[in-house]
């Protein structure tokens, strides 16, 4: 197939899907259908806007039922959240934390918020998350077992976790990877911040390690306008971790007193409110994506030199992005497909810059990344809000 060819037929499946009278079509856009008026409006009425208040520990409560943790701890962004799972794992200063190449720049920077280093690791084409088979070998060829744990051997540094990335929503291969985890003696914690409402062989994700993080950022399946939380199954993590994101303060009526070198990291009541609205649509809002991934499945189809993204047969994901991938890496034809589709105002992006060819992060260690090269080169994510799939436009089709 030209590549002149794939481009038209792509843009044109893609349009066809896609409403009709709107001129852009952005990537994500947030959606309010529900009590989000009400209860920020109650928020605003009772003058509990900050970081105290019934809807951030509500906010808790529900989300640890959504998904199954038993304890849920609200921050401020989905990026602190992932600072205090990786401090709740024992990551220090000097530590090395394995973690994807083919991430969000979030789960890179925050393991350098704990003084501590990526050692990126490759994914599996499959559902994009970190390859247990290559990340096996490779610990195997560097590690060093020592008494206070896995060392390193060409740095000298202690490996202090695994942090895995449920990419785009798509569970990451997360029964091998923990049992890897396990038998180094390795923390295992789940960015999942893309994966609300996704599951890895019927469980939810974001607790299958010792911790998990969610972030509810404006573009992702569920939004607080800014927010994130932290999941864990250990009761006593939780509490230390919820200490941590309220300045470390002890409790009393009037005097400051912190133990700890603690962070201004609380989500606050309003967007707790919003979240708690956002939680309510939540069922629909991943009925709305499956039903657009069944579309956009079925429309890509036809086109020759492109395959629709679907799930791995382990999992049930949200679909928070659709993507397509291209059958040929190819960079050159990548621009051509992502130029035409915002030529035809539809705001599709690539998958991000991977991490080891950021400036901060290109000395970092690192396997061999082949998949993550071969995948930055062929993704095109494309446009998943969930009002493109209203059950009103449904019905006019
Ligand atoms: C969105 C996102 C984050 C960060 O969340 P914020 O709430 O924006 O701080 C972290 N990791 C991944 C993979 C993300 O997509």
């Not at 609300?196 to 062989?201: M, P």
């Not at 409110?273 to 994506?289: F, I, N, T």
């Not at 992060?361 to 082949?370: C, T, V």
């Amino acid at each position: 197939m030209s590549p002149a060819r794939l481009t038209v037929e792509l843009v044109a499946a893609v349009r066809a899907l896609l409403p009709r009278e709107a001129e852009t079509v952005p990537l994500h856009e947030p959606h309010f259908e529900g009590n989000e008026w009400r209860y920020v409006k109650q928020c605003l009425d009772s003058g509990w806007v900050s970081s105290a208040g019934a809807f951030v520990d509500d906010f808790e409560t529900r989300l640890a039922e959504v998904t199954e943790a038993p304890f849920a701890v609200a921050t401020v962004n989905g990026t602190a959240a992932l600072h205090l799972c990786l401090l709740g794992a024992g990551v220090a200063s000097g530590d090395e934390v394995i973690a994807p190449s083919l991430t969000f720049v979030a789960t890179a920077n925050a393991i350098a918020y704990c003084g501590a280093i990526p050692h990126f690791a490759d994914c599996e084409e499959r559902g994009l998350g970190l390859d247990p088979a290559k990340l096996a070998v490779h610990l195997e060829a560097i590690g060093e077992p020592r008494q206070d744990g896995l060392y390193n051997r060409h740095t000298g540094r202690r490996i202090a976790a695994v942090l895995a990335t449920h990419v785009l929503g798509h569970p990451s291969d997360l029964d091998p990877l923990v049992a890897l985890c396990d038998a180094h003696g390795l923390p295992f914690v789940e960015d999942a911040a893309e994966a609300l409402g996704s599951r890895y062989n019927g469980r939810h994700v974001g607790c299958h390690g010792r911790l998990g993080a969610l972030s509810f950022n404006g573009n992702k399946i569920l939004t607080t306008g800014g927010g994130g939380a932290v999941l864990t199954r250990d009761e006593a993590l939780a509490r230390r971790l919820k200490h941590l994101s309220t300045t470390a303060r002890l409790p009393h009526p009037w005097h400051y007193e912190h133990d700890a070198v603690g962070y201004n990291y609380r989500l606050p009541n309003i967007n707790a409110a919003l979240g708690c609205a956002q939680l309510e649509g939540l069922p629909r809002a991943l009925q709305a994506k499956r039903r657009l991934a069944e579309r956009y499945r079925r429309a890509l189809e036809p086109v020759e030199g492109v395959a629709f993204f679907a799930e791995p047969s382990y999992a049930e994901s949200n679909y928070w992005l659709n993507t397509v991938t291209l059958e040929v890496a190819a960079e050159e034809m990548l621009e051509t497909c992502l130029k035409a589709l915002h030529a035809e105002g539809i705001l599709a992006r690539p998958a991000w810059q991977p991490m080891h060819r950021l400036p901060m992060y290109a000395e970092a260690p690192r396997m061999a990344l082949d998949m993550t090269e071969s995948m930055t080169a062929r993704l095109i994510c494309l446009p998943s809000s969930v009002p493109l799939v209203d059950e009103e436009t449904d019905a006019a089709r």
